[in-house]
């Protein structure tokens, strides 16, 4: 069936990069793109990223930019972010979720797919 | 673009007719999804553009409007539906969430 997996919880100092995978299965990779959402604790749902996995082009939210990168390994059906210069605030569980819409190029569609989320604590 | 939701917390019985509404500070055309979100659960898509409804999600959820303002109705509250609800635009950037409304039980 169609699943996305995300890898495991993660406990980072503030100040290091954090690294969470999501692998795609049960449909064909490169037609969908893929965004990161989080929820910090007692918070709403906050979009962070999507990219385009059949053309390659990102877009990152502003409260982000400068600190995600967004990657794919076609090889493996897998996206990855890269959060760097953590902070506590960035405490939270980390989704990445798959466009609904084929082939998006501006930007992401809403999210038809979820991955199961992965927990992650910065703290010293 | 920012995404406003009311109420923020709304209380409700079992059967009740609920109505959550979402504004947006632009136009987004009907560019519009909302989901619902459980506790430690995956967020799941109930409607997009504004008004389909996603497969395999019950026909008491409803969605209607276009523009600046819109609204998610549940026709006949059922006990799996106490959850928060998100509305989502995806017109342009920011790509934003709404703040969410939590769906209690009264």
């Known amino acids: 069936q169609v699943q996305l997996v995300q890898s495991g919880a993660e406990v980072k100092n503030p100040g290091a990069s954090v690294k969470v995978s999501c692998k795609a299965s049960g449909y064909t990779f490169s037609n969908f793109g893929i965004s990161w959402v989080r929820q910090a604790p007692g918070q709403g749902l906050e979009w962070m990223g999507w990219i385009s996995v059949s053309h390659g082009n990102t877009k990152y939210g502003h409260n982000v930019q400068g600190r995600l990168t967004m990657t794919t390994d076609t090889s493996t059906s897998t996206v990855y972010m890269d959060l760097r210069s953590l902070k506590s605030d960035d405490t939270a569980v980390y989704y990445c979720?798959?466009?609904?819409?084929?082939?998006?190029?501006?930007?992401?569609?809403?999210?038809?797919?979820w991955g199961q989320g992965t927990v992650v604590t910065v703290s010293s | 673009i920012q995404m406003t939701q009311s109420p923020s917390t709304l209380s409700a019985s079992v059967g009740d007719r609920v109505t959550i509404t979402c504004r947006a500070s632009?136009?987004?055309?009907?560019?519009l999804a909302w989901y619902q979100h459980k506790p430690g659960k995956a967020p799941k898509l109930l409607i997009y553009?504004?008004?389909t409804l996603e497969s395999g999600v019950p026909s008491r959820f409803s969605g209607s409007g276009s523009g600046t303002e819109f609204t998610l109705t549940i026709s006949s509250l059922q006990p799996d539906d106490f959850a928060t609800y998100y509305c989502q635009q995806y017109n342009s950037d920011p790509w934003a969430f709404g703040q969410g409304t939590k769906v209690e039980i009264k």
């Open positions: 979720a798959r466009d609904r819409a084929r082939w998006a190029s501006s930007g992401p569609d809403a999210f038809d797919i």
């Open positions: 553009k504004a008004s």
């Open positions: 632009q136009s987004i055309s009907n560019w």
